[in-house]
């Protein structure tokens, strides 16, 4: 009976495995913000650049807005409409990239001609996958000056995006947030 407990150590393993994995890929402060004195927050409204985003963008971005709200919440801010402290930006991409294997000798092709052969090893593409980064940008509305700038990478399954992994990724950014109130 010790197959079980190896079951279930490779089953978990293979849950860990396929979670997702964030980056923070950016994370910049400017040191001179009094992150004491901000106590309300709001979000730019994005349909003033386009008035008709798509519907699974405007979806994910929505996604994105209850994250961050609960991240700043936690942290003491509140969220408001009139004259805020914090103005926050929010911008999402997917990019389709490329995945690569470089070549070894071993798959060089056999040559027997002249001595000028020369072989050289390269990236050969063996996959596709998509890729998703979110950025935030948290401008003090007094200054209009931009006081932190975070973004954060993963790659994205096939199927959709769920909530869930939005706050995970969000949670992760939040834990470089150069302010607190609580």
């Known amino acids: 009976m010790k197959i079980v407990p190896g079951i279930a150590l490779m089953l978990f393993a ?38 008709s985003p798509q519907d699974a963008y405007q979806a994910v971005v929505e996604q994105i807005k209850r994250a961050v709200t609960t991240e700043l919440t936690n942290r003491g801010y509140q969220q408001t409409k009139d004259n805020p402290d914090l103005l926050v930006n929010i911008g999402a ?38 890729e998703g980064t979110v950025n935030l940008h948290v401008v003090d509305s007094q200054r209009n000056a931009l006081i932190w700038d975070v ?28 302010g607190s109130r609580s």
Request: glycine residues 4%; positive net charge.
């Open 93 to 130: 991409v997917m990019k389709e990239k490329t995945q690569t294997r470089q070549t070894t000798i071993y798959e060089a092709p056999f040559y027997t001609g002249q001595r000028r052969y020369h072989w050289q090893s390269q990236e050969v593409p063996v996959g596709t996958y998509q």
């Open 14 to 51: 293979l849950v860990i495995g396929c979670s997702p994995s964030y980056r923070v890929t950016q994370n910049k402060t400017d040191k001179s913000a009094t992150w004491s004195a901000y106590r309300t927050f709001a979000f730019i409204d994005t349909n003033r650049i386009s008035p």
């Open 151 to 178: 973004a954060v990478s993963s790659v994205l399954n096939r199927q959709q995006v769920t909530p869930v992994q939005v706050g995970e990724a969000i949670h992760k950014v939040f834990t470089k947030f150069p």
